[in-house]
């Protein structure tokens, strides 16, 4: 099967606000439009929140289902990546909840990652074998850490450092402060990062 690629949102705010004014219309252009541009942060959403073996792109694509059926209702200030992840986030959260899965959290950073946060610290795989399983354990480590954080830390870090969110974004997903989510946020990494250190040989 092909593997489906997708880009990172380039639209402005202010041609996004446009966007959304018309897709809120009926226009089905524009609501395409930011459903495609926008998909990449439902499916990170969806990747960090399901565990192996859960069908992410059946989750992607019923996360956008919702986002189009909800388009009539959303606010045109509003940030739409935010909106989608919330619709993404309380998918996955029911999903979670009605299967009692535990979250999968991925750890991989890649090296297009500027803002890896606590997890820039983890060592990078390299070739050496030991390398290798020196940093699978610190992974290991790092995403127990992240898997036992009280749920809305747990929320902000993902939305933060594997969906890539800004502050502002994340508030919206969540329907709180961007005040409390700095908390969250503050509160989320530094356990993180203390036990990503720990685990560095």
């Known amino acids: 099967m092909a593997s489906v690629v997708r880009?990172?949102?380039?639209?402005?705010?202010?041609?996004?606000a446009?966007?959304?004014?018309?897709?809120?219309?009926?226009?089905?252009?524009?609501?395409?439009?930011?459903?495609?541009?926008h998909e990449l942060v439902a499916w990170r959403?969806?990747?960090?929140?399901?565990?192996a073996g859960e069908d992410v792109e059946a989750a992607v694509q019923e996360t956008l289902l919702r986002a189009l059926r909800g388009l009539p209702g959303v606010?045109?200030?509003a940030g739409f990546s935010g909106w989608l992840a919330a619709i993404a986030l309380n998918y996955c959260r029911d999903?979670?909840?009605?299967?009692?899965?535990?979250?999968f959290l991925p750890l991989e950073v890649g090296a297009d990652d500027d803002d890896a946060g606590p997890l820039a610290v983890l060592p990078a795989p390299g070739s050496d074998p030991e390398r290798v399983s020196m940093a699978r354990q610190a992974v290991a480590r790092?995403?127990?850490?992240?898997a036992r954080l009280p749920r809305r830390q747990r929320e902000v870090f993902a939305l933060r450092f594997f969906v890539g969110l800004e502050l502002e974004a994340i508030a919206g997903a969540l329907s709180?402060?961007?005040?409390t989510v700095k908390t969250h946020?503050?509160?989320?990494?530094?356990?993180?990062?203390?036990?990503?250190?720990e685990a560095l040989p």
Not at 7 to 16: A, I
Not at 95 to 103: D, G, H, Q
């Open 185 to 197: 946020l503050h509160r989320a990494v530094h356990r993180v990062r203390r036990v990503a250190e």
């Open 142 to 146: 790092v995403r127990r850490e992240v």
């Open 95 to 103: 999903r979670l909840r009605r299967r009692r899965l535990v979250p």
């Open 18 to 37: 446009k966007l959304v004014v018309r897709a809120r219309a009926g226009d089905g252009e524009a609501a395409a439009e930011l459903l495609a541009r």
């Open 7 to 16: 880009t990172e949102p380039t639209v402005g705010l202010e041609d996004e």
């Open 75 to 77: 606010a045109a200030e």
């Open 176 to 179: 709180i402060d961007v005040g």
């Open 45 to 51: 959403v969806c990747r960090s929140l399901l565990p």
